[in-house]
């Protein structure tokens, strides 16, 4: 389980693919920390750690994830957004995600506000239940609050903190992201549908 809360961007440095697997070396300031079987969100996929040299780790994705998500899309130099998972001890700063990316959404503009900017969603419309006016959505990992919401789009906004520190930065229109919705409210969702 994450929060959404990046820790580190990591750079990708090799990817090989095997069959239909592609492993990943990822380069970071907190990799050496990192262990063997421990779960890192990348770009909110949640991936199992495989190996660890000083500041590169190795991650594998399979094809299930690869298809779900826009890591398939990663080329050599390509930043990732890193967590670590939560430690139970302490405060959550933004909200409870999985690491289970249910989608790809695509970008479909940007606008510089002066001081902040402002991103535009576009979502496949069959999620559009779990997409509510200030609730929260994942993008590549980043806890967002999102508004505007529409049937298959919302409206995000980010502070420069968080535009510095992420891959936020390189999504311009066009762009496809990963995207988590709330675990809430798909539970929420499931028992109105099950008549509960």
Known sequence: ??????EASGVVKKIVKTGTNQTFWVESHISHELKVDQSVSHNGVCLTVESVAGDIHSVTAIEETLNKTNLGTLQEGDLLNLERCMIM????DGHIVQGHVDSTAQC??????????????EFNDKFAPLVIEKGSACINGISLTVFDVKRN???V??????????????VTAGSTVNIEFDVIGKYILRNSELGR
């Open 1 to 6: 389980m994450f929060t959404g809360i990046i």
């Open 89 to 92: 001890n302490g405060r959550l």
């Open 108 to 121: 479909i503009s940007v606008a510089e506000k002066e001081g902040s900017w402002e991103y535009e969603f």
């Open 153 to 155: 789009s919302f409206k």
């Open 157 to 170: 906004a980010i502070i420069p903190y968080t535009y510095n520190h992420t891959n936020i930065k390189q």
